[in-house]
């Protein structure tokens, strides 16, 4: 039976409540193909007839296709996603040369399926008694304007492993232990990283259990962390999302389309070391649990006091509105807002893109739920480091959260076409 | 300063896709009150008055109400919302009256939540000195569909707690040890469940939350569980969703809108017995774990000889498209449809309501994931039970999955009117 006869392209898509009809992953299903494994050179056409499709795509805000090449990888800078999964991987392999094809056949992957489309030759293109190229959970859904992010970690570099402790970047260092911090090993670190944000929680889940089946023999997640709901957005024109303490978060967050912004504290500049990470950026991610049962308990007095700022609005202390200018002053000198403002930090600005969690309970009637923290900056030790010291020494919040894991990364540049991949220029 | 001016409604609700503007949790910011406590008396007035909006939103796939009230619980036979927060309580007062007063705020609260506002009297219209009413993490949400489906655990029932013993539905049985189930007790069982779907996941980890708090004292969360994605519709008319294993789930549901289905399979009847559970239902809930990675290995042609199914389509096997009548005897005896079907198991149907869910990592380097398996019906006896019976002992996809989490309640019928609540035949 062909697959034509099977996949009768009768059946609806589900639609984006939006009515956009962006580029299906059915679209694909189709596709015949003389290749079966998926690598860097079989992928390579579906990859050129993606990019052509890709140009067709509606642009809009929900089922949409978010473009994969460029100077920057996507998900930073882009429009924040309303959901995350997010996956530390740690190398197994010891053969550099397999690393460097793993990633290849990552990026193929990626090209795939941020633009809507199964991994490998069509969804079931494979043979019958071969396992299919794709999982499968995604077909017929939208791109949903799916980020995949990759990040290389410090461990990446330790000397006897790949031959990368000459490329490891100064600014590539180990967080500092923090006063209050309670990290688990086991949620924290990674040799790699694959941040993957969409619309479509179904999407972003699908492309990491993608790519960790792609990785099979070669990596193991190490960890991972779904996300429910942005908590920061890079669009200062949309509403302020809220985050589980029920405050606008983010109000002041680096706007995505800054370009000045983003030069200054999200881009790697090219005079800033290790010429293969120029115009990549750094991650620091961190998992808050928050003790939200007790801090719903605090007074809202207490709670404004503690931010600093007015829970309904938003507004700074003293002021009106949202987006007016805090004064500093007349704040609590512990106030979250003002401990972690640049003007309290020698200028120190950090692009964040964290998501709440809600994790099932913690084994005594609580939920585990709190703020998976993302940021990116330039250089950890100008961007993250100071700021969460002013916070971890003196943050009238820390009574009612903990620092649980943490991991920082590399995250290299964008790819730049078909032919480029994640991480060339450290591997070549 | 006062609510309107430190809330000034200048600032947009977070839209949805479809561009409907429901009533918004914003709008009920301005709400002075002279009651503090959240009460079924002080809520009242609040409720009132939402039910007279409440009539004036639009009917909309996104952002639209779900109505409250009526002779059914909704979250049931409504059309299945993208995301699921499920909490199962124990109950910790051995207070009948205080569990009965419980049900009554937590009532009025999910008509305020449902309908889109924060409980109590307006979001922050307590006094600074005291904690606010609602969480807040919601707020300027739309009521994206919520509903909040209360069930009954067996244990409630027990001698010598509630005085309820007499009034145990004889259908409300414990389910019997299948095999292969790998049942973990603290994902199992609980005196109390809520399930909240929303096509927002912060709209229902918001309501959990919420209920959780106001039951603070009188009950603790047992265990909770977030759903990523539907697995199964009662709207046949849609897109089938998929599934974790990529095979559409849910093709032959019972049809929301199938008043006569519903009748015979899902609503407990008049004559069933047990009056105060007339036009309720039965709810099983289970947690399957899915062995995805040693699933993604398996040949195509065998993932569809489990199924009796093919993936890409859902034809039944031998057929062209998804929705062709199943010729039973043209699957393998160990095929997963032939196993459930009706026609195998006296004609046993129940309406599936589950979802996928991807908690973490199991730290053996596989994702923790699967479905959160839930079904309502007329009869556990005659629904779950021979179902289950059938699968658990010769269902071919036993091989990639296992039952770690149990629980079945009896779900009351619907909140009449605004001087209705939650199991009030029952405490009555």
Redesign the interface.
Known sequence: MS?D????S??????????HHGPSRRAL?GWGGSGLALGAVAAGGAVAAVRSEGATAPV???GAEVPFHGPHQAGIATAVQD?L?FAAF?VTTQDRARLAALLQEWTRAAELMTAGHPVGEG??G???????D???????LKPSRLTLTIGFGPSLFAKGRFGLEDRRPEALVELPKFPGDNLDA?RSGGDLCVQACAD???VA?HAI?NL??IG?GRT???????G??KTSSTTPE??T???????KDGTRNVSGTDAAALKKHVWVGERDGSGWMSAGSYLVARRIRMH??TW??????E??DIFGR????G?PVGK???RDEPFLKAMLPSAHVRLAHPDTNDGATILRRGY?F????D?L???D?GLFFLAYQRDVRTGFIPVQRSLAAHDALNEYIQHVGSAVFAVPPGVRDKDDWWGRALFS
Chains 1, 2 share one sequence.
């Open positions: 697959q006869a099977r996949n009768p009768g059946a609806p898509d589900r639609s984006s409540p939006d009515g299903l809009g805000p929900s959901r999964h740690d969804a079931y494979g043979l019958p008694e071969a396992p299919p794709d999982t499968g959970e995604a077909l017929g086991s479509d929680p179904q889940v259990r960790a089946r099979m193991a997640i190490r960890w991972s962390q779904l429910f709901g949309e509403q999302p809220r985050n589980m303490m029920g405050f939200i049962e719903d308990r605090a007074p809202l007095q709670q404004e007015d829970k309904g609005e507004a009106a509105k949202e709440s809600t994790d099932g309970t084994g009637g609580r939920l739920a």
